[in-house]
Every structure is written in structure tokens, then in C-alpha cells.
């Protein structure tokens, strides 16, 4: 219940910020200094646990919970400064429109402004997170979005990618994987080892 009553503020929060020349916050959570907006929607999860993983950073952050299409707001760099990093945990843009004709789907578009806000919210500098289902966020129609994410995939679509087009990527869950860290001098990669073993969903 506590987390159902999180999404329906963070809803409330972004179209009160929409409507408002400045931020007003319905609720936050944790009482840290970095200030952290998690983004979701558009894929089922299990939201006890992944809200329990950021309640257990509360003294190092707080966080507000935010979701689509209301998150696209943020991108505005007039209001990018509320938060200091972007936690996606969301899968927008998968939504086949009605009236798309067989074989071809057509699929959501982000909102015009989020299009043309991207390039001066990312010379912001913000820490940008990407979890998990959220590299299937805006595959087919935000080109410069899939970019910046750096990968795609969509598990019943194609998807093109960086002008080459994919075929569906399908998914399989319960995957032991080795990972290997590349660069050891990332900030993100600090205090990981050379090698280690999850188990995992892979796309």
C-alpha cells in the first residue's frame, strides 16, 4: 500500500510542477543530500523490494518517485536542476497505436518539447541510470534517445539500432552471466572486481 501511495503522489508531484513555475513536492523519500528522481512505467516490476533498495540509501539520498508521460517534464532544463540524478527504471514507447497496419506497428511518440529539450537536459551534466527494461524505452521512434542509452532491445518487436535493424530480442530469465569490467576508471565500475557472477534476466 505505502508503495501504491508513491506512484500516485509522484504523479501528483510532476503535474503539480507542470503547472507551477516552481517545483512543489508532494512527498519525497530519504533525507540525503543527492536528490534522485526514479522514473518508471510501461513494465510491470515488483515494487517492494526495488523501493526497499532506496530506502535503504536514505541518509545518503532523497528520492521522488515520478512517472510517464509526466517524467518527460523534467527533461526541461528549467527543471532538470530539482534532481541531481535520473534513475530509469521505465520502458516508454512500446505502446502499438491503434490503426497501425499489420505488419508494420506504429508506436508512441514522446512529447514534442521532451524531443527538443534532450540535447540542453543532457548538457546539464546530470547522473544518468539505466536499469534493466529501461534499454527498451523509446526504441522506435527517439533515435537520439536509443543513442544515449548506448544499447536497445524489444522483446517482441525489431528494432533498428544505430541504422542497422535487429531482429526481436526475446528475453529468458534465471541467466547465470560472468560479467568483465572494462574500465576500472569509470566512477560507476569503482570498487568492483576484474570479473564476477550474477543471475539474472537477459534480453
Known amino acids: 500500500m505505502k508503495h501504491i501511495t ?4 509522484g504523479l501528483a508531484l510532476a503535474l503539480t510542477v507542470i503547472a507551477s513555475t516552481v517545483p512543489l513536492f508532494a512527498q ?13 512505467k510501461g513494465h510491470n516490476f515488483d515494487r517492494e523490494p526495488f523501493f526497499a533498495m532506496f530506502d535503504s540509501f536514505g541518509k545518503e539520498i532523497t528520492y ?7 517524467a518527460l517534464e523534467f527533461l526541461d532544463p528549467a ?23 499489420e505488419g508494420k506497428p506504429m508506436f508512441e511518440q514522446p512529447n514534442a518539447s521532451a524531443k527538443k529539450n534532450l540535447i540542453p537536459f543532457l548538457q546539464k551534466g546530470k547522473g544518468l541510470v ?6 527498451a524505452s523509446w526504441n522506435h521512434t527517439w533515435p537520439e534517445w536509443v543513442e ?18 535487429y531482429p526481436r530480442s526475446g528475453f529468458l530469465g534465471g541467466v547465470k552471466q560472468k560479467i568483465t569490467v572494462l574500465n576500472k576508471t569509470h566512477p560507476v565500475t569503482q570498487g568492483l572486481p576484474d570479473t564476477f557472477e550474477i543471475t539474472d534476466e537477459t534480453y
Open 130 to 135: 539505466f536499469f534493466h527494461h529501461s534499454n
Open 148 to 165: 544515449m542509452i548506448g544499447q536497445a532491445c524489444d522483446w517482441g518487436n525489431d528494432v533498428t539500432f544505430m541504422g542497422k535493424t
Open 79 to 101: 527543471l532538470a536542476d530539482t534532481f541531481d540524478v535520473f534513475v530509469f527504471y521505465d520502458a516508454a514507447g512500446r505502446t502499438v497505436l491503434p490503426g497501425s497496419p
Open 28 to 40: 519525497q523519500w530519504g533525507s540525503g543530500p543527492i536528490r534522485v528522481a526514479i522514473v518508471t
Open 6 to 9: 508513491r506512484a500516485v503522489l
Open 64 to 70: 521522488t518517485h515520478v512517472q510517464h508521460p509526466a
